[in-house]
Protein backbone atom coordinates (compact mmCIF):
# COMPACT_ATOMS: atom_id res chain seq x y z
CA UNK A 1 0.00 0.00 0.00
CA UNK A 2 1.59 3.46 -1.03
CA UNK A 3 1.59 6.06 1.34
CA UNK A 4 2.77 9.56 1.52
CA UNK A 5 3.42 11.56 4.53
CA UNK A 6 3.84 15.45 4.25
CA UNK A 7 5.57 17.41 6.99
CA UNK A 8 6.90 20.68 7.53
CA UNK A 9 4.39 23.19 6.97
CA UNK A 10 3.79 26.06 9.10
CA UNK A 11 3.61 30.07 9.24
CA UNK A 12 6.26 32.40 8.33
CA UNK A 13 6.77 35.65 7.46
CA UNK A 14 7.16 36.78 3.84
CA UNK A 15 11.24 36.19 2.82
CA UNK A 16 10.94 33.16 5.29
CA UNK A 17 11.99 29.47 4.36
CA UNK A 18 10.26 26.30 5.30
CA UNK A 19 11.52 23.20 4.02
CA UNK A 20 8.86 20.33 3.03
CA UNK A 21 9.72 16.43 3.39
CA UNK A 22 7.39 13.86 1.95
CA UNK A 23 8.17 10.43 3.64
CA UNK A 24 7.26 7.46 0.75
CA UNK A 25 6.75 3.80 1.64
CA UNK A 26 4.91 0.30 -0.06
CA UNK A 27 6.71 1.39 -3.67
CA UNK A 28 10.44 1.18 -5.13
CA UNK A 29 10.58 5.21 -4.26
CA UNK A 30 13.71 5.24 -6.61
CA UNK A 31 11.98 4.34 -9.54
CA UNK A 32 9.16 6.69 -9.50
CA UNK A 33 8.25 10.66 -10.48
CA UNK A 34 7.74 12.46 -7.53
CA UNK A 35 6.15 16.33 -7.22
CA UNK A 36 5.03 18.97 -5.37
CA UNK A 37 1.81 20.55 -5.93
CA UNK A 38 0.08 23.24 -4.13
CA UNK A 39 -3.71 24.41 -3.81
CA UNK A 40 -5.16 27.66 -2.50
CA UNK A 41 -8.31 28.52 -1.24
CA UNK A 42 -10.49 28.85 -4.41
CA UNK A 43 -7.78 27.87 -6.91
CA UNK A 44 -6.84 24.77 -8.96
CA UNK A 45 -4.01 22.46 -7.77
CA UNK A 46 -1.17 23.52 -9.88
CA UNK A 47 2.61 21.21 -9.88
CA UNK A 48 5.16 23.08 -8.02
CA UNK A 49 8.27 21.43 -9.01
CA UNK A 50 8.90 17.44 -9.86
CA UNK A 51 11.92 15.38 -9.86
CA UNK A 52 12.14 11.99 -12.35
CA UNK A 53 14.23 8.91 -11.14
CA UNK A 54 17.50 10.26 -12.63
CA UNK A 55 16.86 13.51 -10.49
CA UNK A 56 16.36 15.88 -13.44
CA UNK A 57 13.86 18.49 -11.97
CA UNK A 58 11.33 20.89 -13.42
CA UNK A 59 9.34 24.02 -11.91
CA UNK A 60 6.81 26.48 -12.19
CA UNK A 61 7.80 29.51 -13.31
CA UNK A 62 6.70 31.10 -9.83
CA UNK A 63 9.01 29.39 -7.81
CA UNK A 64 11.92 29.06 -10.13
CA UNK A 65 14.88 30.14 -7.98
CA UNK A 66 13.57 29.93 -5.22
CA UNK A 67 12.50 26.62 -4.48
CA UNK A 68 14.63 23.26 -4.75
CA UNK A 69 13.21 19.91 -5.12
CA UNK A 70 15.50 16.72 -3.70
CA UNK A 71 14.87 13.37 -2.71
CA UNK A 72 16.86 10.99 -0.52
CA UNK A 73 16.88 7.73 -1.76
CA UNK A 74 18.11 6.13 1.20
CA UNK A 75 15.21 7.68 3.22
CA UNK A 76 12.42 7.17 0.52
CA UNK A 77 11.97 11.30 1.44
CA UNK A 78 11.07 13.88 -0.98
CA UNK A 79 12.15 17.74 -0.09
CA UNK A 80 11.02 20.96 -0.68
CA UNK A 81 12.83 23.66 0.16
CA UNK A 82 11.43 27.19 0.04
CA UNK A 83 12.91 29.95 0.40
CA UNK A 84 12.00 34.14 -0.35
CA UNK A 85 8.45 33.17 0.69
CA UNK A 86 5.79 35.28 -0.96
CA UNK A 87 2.02 35.83 0.90
CA UNK A 88 1.27 33.97 -2.65
CA UNK A 89 2.92 30.84 -1.62
CA UNK A 90 0.24 30.72 0.78
CA UNK A 91 -1.70 26.95 0.17
CA UNK A 92 -1.95 23.35 0.39
CA UNK A 93 1.28 21.64 -0.44
CA UNK A 94 0.93 18.21 -1.62
CA UNK A 95 3.26 15.34 -2.10
CA UNK A 96 2.67 12.90 -5.44
CA UNK A 97 3.69 10.01 -7.03
CA UNK A 98 3.51 8.67 -10.55
CA UNK A 99 3.96 5.09 -11.56
CA UNK A 100 6.91 5.88 -14.27
CA UNK A 101 10.37 6.99 -14.15
CA UNK A 102 9.70 10.14 -15.65
CA UNK A 103 7.66 13.10 -15.22
CA UNK A 104 6.71 13.71 -18.62
CA UNK A 105 5.21 11.65 -21.27
CA UNK A 106 1.75 11.67 -21.75
CA UNK A 107 0.72 13.76 -19.05
CA UNK A 108 2.94 16.81 -18.52
CA UNK A 109 5.02 17.16 -15.29
CA UNK A 110 2.97 19.27 -13.20
CA UNK A 111 -1.10 18.10 -14.57
CA UNK A 112 -2.20 16.52 -11.57
CA UNK A 113 -4.13 14.04 -13.80
CA UNK A 114 -1.00 12.59 -14.46
CA UNK A 115 -0.08 11.46 -10.76
CA UNK A 116 -1.43 8.17 -9.34
CA UNK A 117 -0.68 8.68 -5.75
CA UNK A 118 -1.04 11.40 -3.05
CA UNK A 119 -0.54 12.45 0.18
CA UNK A 120 -3.20 14.73 2.33
CA UNK A 121 -0.94 18.13 2.37
CA UNK A 122 0.56 20.04 4.61
CA UNK A 123 -0.44 23.89 5.41
CA UNK A 124 1.70 26.69 4.50
CA UNK A 125 1.02 29.95 5.27
CA UNK A 126 3.01 33.63 4.84
CA UNK A 127 2.17 36.91 6.22
CA UNK A 128 3.05 40.05 4.77
Known amino acids: QVQLVESGGGSVQAGGSLRLSCAAS????????MGWFRQAPGKEREGVAA???????SYADSVKGRFTISKDNAKNTLYLQMNSLKPEDTAMYYC??????????????????????WGKGTLVTISS
Open 96 to 117: AARRALYCSGGYSWNDYYGMDY
Open 26 to 33: GYTYSSYC
Open 51 to 57: IDSDGST
